[in-house]
């Protein structure tokens, strides 16, 4: 079974804030949210898609991914690099557009 992550996207006074956390230890633990968190609402939940870039680092729903192969077709996670995500680095978001 593939493990399932969230990334939660917290945004308070215009400060932005990523957490994340298995969907086991949400489930078993209501006590995740009060972890210093008061204050904090949440924008976005951001799944995790069971699959790493080149470098070894998890790509989530809402990151900005840099294929950096030839022409052959995208089979594998060997040629992907995450660049950042749509809300820490929203101008990634213009340039691909």
Known sequence: MREINIR??????????????P????ERS????NL???GWTIKDR???TGLHDKN???IYEGDIVCYMGDDTPINDTDH?????NIYE???LVAISK
């Open 46 to 48: 951001q799944l995790y």
């Open 30 to 33: 209501s006590e995740i949210f």
């Open 56 to 58: 070894g680092k998890e």
């Open 89 to 91: 680095n929203p101008e």
């Open 36 to 38: 210093g968190l008061q």
């Open 80 to 84: 992907l690099v995450v660049l950042g």
């Open 8 to 21: 939660y996207v917290l945004e308070q006074k215009g400060k932005l804030k990523l957490l994340t956390y």
């Open 23 to 26: 969907i086991d230890k949400i």
